[in-house]
Each structure stands twice: as C-alpha cells, then as structure tokens.
C-alpha cells in the first residue's frame, strides 16, 4: 500500500521534534488568534510569513497550517462564551453556543465543538491524503488552456459563494487581477504600472497589501464600533458529554464534516462557508429543529465540525493544482514562493516530505488542539478579557515589523498602510475585499496562461473550447454563473447568508 | 440584480471602481499591446481595465435605480483612524533613522489613543514593553536589520552630518553673536 508508506514518512516529518515544536507554536497561536477577536487568520499568517523565511520550508508550512485550523478552534471559545466569534466561521456558533452558556452548559457547547471539530479534521486529513495524489497525477496533464480555464472557474466560484452583490464581487477580483499586474511584465520586461518607483519593479509585496487589507484595514473598522465585552462565564466546568449529548451531536457532526469537507475543497469555499451551510441544514433536517436558536447542542457540534472540516480541506487544491482558493491558502503559496518550492501538481511527487509531512502534522495538530482547548480552556478564558485597547496597538507594532522584513524596506510599511486606508474604504462601501487577493494572486499566473495558451494556439481563443477538460471547467463557470444569477435560487442564496 | 445594491453607497462604490480601472487604462496606454497570438506587456491589462469600467459604471447606474437610502456610511472614527495611519507612516518615515526601541514606543503610545478607552496608566506600559519585546525578539532573536537606537539620536549627528542642520546651527550661533 503505498499510501500506507506515504503516510509512514509523513508522520515520521511530523513527529521530528524539531516538527512537532512548529506544529505546536502554530496551533498555540492559531488557537490565541481564534480567541481573540477582531484577529484572523489571514493578518496573523502575513505578519508571521517573513518570519519563516530562515526555517526549514516543511516546518514553516507546518506552523502556518496549524494557525488557519487552530483558529477554526478557538474561534468557538469565543462564540460560545461572549456572543462573539472569535473567527468569522464561527458566527454561527455563537447562536447556539452562547445560548448553552447562559444556561450553564458552556462546558458541554466547548467539548461537543472540540470533539466534532477533531472527528472532522481526523476525516479531512483522510480525505486530503486519499484525494490529492491522483487529482495531482489529473492536474499534471493540464496545458495553458486548462490552467486558465480552471484559474477562471476559482474565480467565478469564490464570486459566487461570497454574501453580497455579485458585480461588486466581481469588481474586487478584476481590480486584484490589475494590482497583480504592477511590476516588471516578465515576457517583455517592461515596467508595467510602476510610476518610475524602483521600489515597485518586483510588484506590490503580497505581504504588505494583505496585511493592510486584514490587518490595518480590520482594526479601522472596529474602531468604529469599540464596546467593552461582557464576559458571561467567569469559568467553565461540566466538560463532559452526557450521553444523551453523544447521540444528538453523532448525526450533525458526520454531516458537518461531509458538507464541509466538499464545500472546502472548491474554489472560493473554506472554513466560512461551511459553518454557515452545516448550520442552515441541521436547522432544517434536525428532529429538535424547533430548538435552534435557544441553545441546541447540534447547532453548536454541525457548523463547528464543518468548518474544521473546510478549513482543512481546502488545502487540497492549494497542493495539488497550486491554485489557492481563499485568502490564507494564497499566503501559503506565498509562502512555498519564498521558499523556492514551485506550488503546482509537482508537489506531491518532487517534495513528499514537505507534501505528507504537512498531511500528517494536520492530524498531529488537531490531536494537540483537542488537549489545548479542552483541560486548557481555562487560559484562554483568562486571555479574552485582555481589552481590545490594549491588544490593536500591539497588532499594529507587528504588523509594521512584519511589512518591513517582508523585503527589509520602509517602503512596504507605506504600501501596508495605503491598503490599510484602502480596505477601510472597501468595508465601508460594502465591499469584500477576499476576493481581491485572490486575484492579486492569480492575476500573474491567470496572464501567463492566457499568453501561453493563445501562442500554442497560433492566436485562436478557441482553444479554450476546443480543449475537452478546458471546456468542461469553462462549462462549470458558466453554469455556476447562471445558478447564481437565477432570480429563485438567488433569494435562497440570500436566505441563507442572512440566517 | 441590483436588488443588493444601495443607493448613494454603491454609486460611490461603483464611480470609484471605474475609476481605477480608468487609471490603469491612462497609465497603462503606452504599453505595447501586441496582438492576441504574441500578447505585449499592455494586452492583458487594457482588457482588464476596460472591464473594471464597465464594471464599475453598471454598479453605479446600477444603484442610481434605486430609491436612495440616505448616506449609510456610517460613523466614521477619525481619530483613529488618523492616529492609526499616522502611526504606519511614522513608523516606515523614521524606524532606519530613530531606532527600532524608540519608534515602536512612540508609535504603540499613539496608537492606543485611537481608542476611547486608552488610559495613560495603560498605554505608558504597554508602549514600554512592547518596544522591549519587539527588540528582543526582532533585533535579538531574528537579526533584523535595523537599529536598536538609530543614528538620529545620536550625539553630534545633527552638527555634523547633515550639512542644512549644521548651517542652521551656524547661522543661529551667528545670529546669537550679533544680537549680543
């Protein structure tokens, strides 16, 4: 078996003890991040990406996974305590969570989340090791044709799946795609957009735009609506399931992880997503259906296993077509750039250990969240009622250090705090600005395609349709374009953004 | 549609879209666009930058339909969001000048008043430790590049180094003479 001998030398990367101190550093942090609000995953990852730049590529990618899904931990810590998610993928659980803790049943809402979230990254990490290999062995055919074809199908999905409108979606990932384009064209030489500054002929630095846009641009907006928290619980006791608890959390978490595990792997999906789909269908099927809202322990178990479930397999077109579909696994191929690791299908068969060693510390790591959150709650109780005044000056120190040593320039300190005024504006007019760095991630490689395929192609675009896999991915789009835009299933969509 | 789009919001949003695609176009206009078979540095992005127009004019036209909604900005902390900004550009102005140590102080120490609940008994620590941390752990720990206290606030930089403080320097020691 040679997943089996895979997996052996996975384990045998993550157990390293050099290993198992970055997997645990990230979850640690990842689970901090998650607790505290109004710091995500995606700011956190930028401010630490220059940091890995002297480590080993394995162990930083180890560290760096571990915050996204240690977050998806401690977010509901958060939820469930004050009310307040802690990450944007537990919103829903705050509904239900908070709900349990009013009645004294905080422990239970905890272990149940922890559990089902540990039921479903056990799944994912399954699920990644069973399923990327031969998608990258499929991904190893694609021409030009096929990668553009696919980079706009990630698109359009990652429009489709956001709350809000549509064009406006749209008007970010093109605005991205045009950002991306700054710098030195690499066919041609020619600065492109650059405005004579030397500072921008290697492009605006990745890590700089996105700290400002999820940092900077964060913090602004909470400005804006400071209030000091309540802490509802001054302790958590009770972390034990009764095993009336066990039998009406089993259904809801198999069917979190299942819906979230296939909503992460598509473009655009992940974490967020996720929760709040689990959630809507638990409230639907559930016999205590009525329940929701006041305290139902499945509306706690369902959207906390799939967002874990999402967050951890949305790595699975991340490594396997080095195509990211969301903001943090577009920090991550940042991260496998700095490294030299070229993120593409070649992965999987030029770097295994980097490849299963990654796989099997996801595994490792939920195995530490479980021990971390649930006999350590108590910590991280104590570390919420750090104030938010004292804790966004902090994040700003870091995130100026952070710019600088992304290139050791004051110059990205600058292009950090135009996207922090920036993505300010955007969150006032209403627009996300996730779809942004998508593009601005794709927008090289989304040209580089184009070029290509169009010279293979004598200058013909219709090899896009010639080419059966490029149709079928182009066929996708356009479907889910359509679905979209169709009046009946747009209102539900909007229901259930709205829930 | 447009059923989520909002009136005086949206027209802004949509008018300042447009807008920047139509930057991209002005300032990409003497980019070679070859031809679609050899594409030139200007192809990809006059595609792009025409869409971003189109874009951005149907949102605005878009929401114009509406009914408006009133101004739903919001407040907007500006403070803040002053004192936020202004410390990111403080920080990347003077951090090779003024040191790592001295910066990060300052910086943090304003930064907290953008909040309604900084205290100076809160701030002063804060600001203090975390310039200590962050020198510890940057320049310490990780060898950053940059100055512990940087040579601005060094003795006799500001006489000799910079020739336009220096003849300040003179002129006033001049002007002190002769007023004497």
């Avoid at chain 1, 710098?183 to 002929?201: C, H, K, Y």
């Avoid at chain 1, 580089?448 to 169009?454: G, I, P």
Wanted: hydrophobic share 55%; net charge neutral.
């Amino acid at each position: 078996m040679e997943l089996f001998s895979n997996l052996g030398l996975g384990f045998a990367t993550a157990l390293s003890p050099f290993n198992l101190l970055y997997c645990f550093m990230g979850v640690f942090l990842g689970t901090a991040i998650g607790v505290l609000p109004g710091l995500g995953p995606v700011a956190t990852i930028a401010m630490l990406l220059p940091l890995t730049f002297g480590l080993d590529p394995v162990s930083s990618l180890i560290m760096l996974a571990g915050i996204y899904y240690g977050a998806q931990y401690g977010g509901s810590t958060t939820a469930v305590l004050i009310n307040l998610p802690g990450e944007s993928s537990s919103v829903v659980t705050a509904i239900d969570g908070y709900e349990m803790a009013k009645r004294g049943r905080a422990g239970a809402a905890l272990a149940s989340a922890a559990l089902g979230s540990f039921f479903a990254g056990t799944v994912a990490t399954v699920l990644i090791a069973v399923a990327a290999p031969p998608l990258a062995m499929l991904a190893l055919q694609f021409g030009p044709a096929e990668y553009f074809s696919l980079m706009v199908l990630g698109l359009v999905a990652s429009v489709a799946l956001a709350s809000g409108s549509l064009l406006k979606a749209f008007a970010m990932i093109f605005l991205g795609l045009l950002l991306g384009l700054i710098g030195t064209d690499v066919e041609s030489g020619a600065q492109r957009f650059t405005m004579d500054l030397p500072e921008l002929a290697d492009g605006l630095n990745f890590v700089a735009v996105s700290m400002g846009l999820f940092g900077i641009g964060e913090i602004l907006r909470n400005l804006g609506h400071e209030h000091s928290r309540s802490l509802q619980v001054k302790s958590v006791s009770g972390l034990m399931l009764t095993r009336d608890d066990l039998k009406r959390i089993v259904g809801p978490v198999l069917r979190g992880t299942g819906l979230g595990s296939l909503l992460g792997i598509l473009p655009g999906g992940g974490a967020m997503l996720s929760s709040f789909a689990a959630y809507t269908l638990e409230k639907r099927i559930s016999p205590n259906g009525a329940q929701f809202g006041k305290g139902a322990i499945e509306g706690v178990a369902a959207p906390e296993s799939a967002n874990n479930a999402g967050a951890q397999t949305s790595f699975i077109p991340m490594l396997t077509l080095g195509i990211p579909s969301n903001p943090v696994m577009a920090l991550m191929i940042g991260a496998m750039i700095i490294q030299g690791i070229t993120p593409g299908p070649n992965v999987v068969t030029k770097e295994p250990t980097l490849f299963w060693g990654m796989i099997a510390s996801m595994w490792v790591g939920n195995l530490m969240l479980v021990l971390l959150n649930l006999p350590l709650v108590g910590l991280w109780v104590r570390m919420l009622k750090i104030p938010y005044h004292l804790l966004f000056p902090a994040i700003i120190a870091f995130c100026c250090i952070g710019a600088f040593s992304a290139g050791n320039s004051t110059f990205d300190v600058f292009v950090m705090a135009l996207f922090g005024a920036f993505g300010y504006c955007l969150i006032k007019l209403d627009f996300e600005p996730a779809p942004l760095l998508l593009g601005f991630v794709l927008g090289p490689m989304l040209e580089e395609n184009l070029r290509r395929a169009m010279l293979l192609s004598r200058g013909s675009p219709s090899v896009f349709v010639t080419h059966p896999l490029s149709l079928a991915l182009l066929t996708c789009a356009v479907a889910l374009l359509i679905v979209v835009v169709l009046p009946g299933i747009r209102a539900k969509r909007e229901e259930a953004f709205s829930e | 549609m447009a059923s989520s789009l909002e009136n005086p919001r949206d027209v802004l949003g949509g008018m300042l879209m447009a807008g920047i695609g139509g930057a991209f176009l002005w300032l990409g206009g003497d980019l070679d666009p070859g031809s679609a078979l050899r594409m030139g540095a200007g192809y990809f992005p006059r595609i792009l930058g025409t869409i971003m127009v189109a874009l951005g004019s149907v949102i605005a036209l878009l929401a114009m339909r509406q009914p408006s909604a009133g101004w739903v900005l919001g407040q907007t902390p500006w403070r803040g969001v002053i004192l936020v900004l202004g410390s990111l550009l403080s920080f990347g102005g003077a951090v090779r000048g003024v040191g790592l140590l001295p910066v990060v102080t300052v910086v943090v120490f304003a930064a907290a008043w953008a909040s309604r609940y900084a205290r100076l008994r809160s701030a002063l620590p804060l600001s203090a430790g975390l310039a200590a941390v962050c020198a510890f752990l940057f320049i310490h720990l990780l060898g950053l590049p940059l100055p512990l206290i940087g040579p601005w606030l060094t003795a006799g930089y500001w006489s000799a180094a910079d020739p336009a403080v220096s003849t300040l320097a003179v002129s006033a020691s001049a002007f002190s003479t002769i007023a004497r």
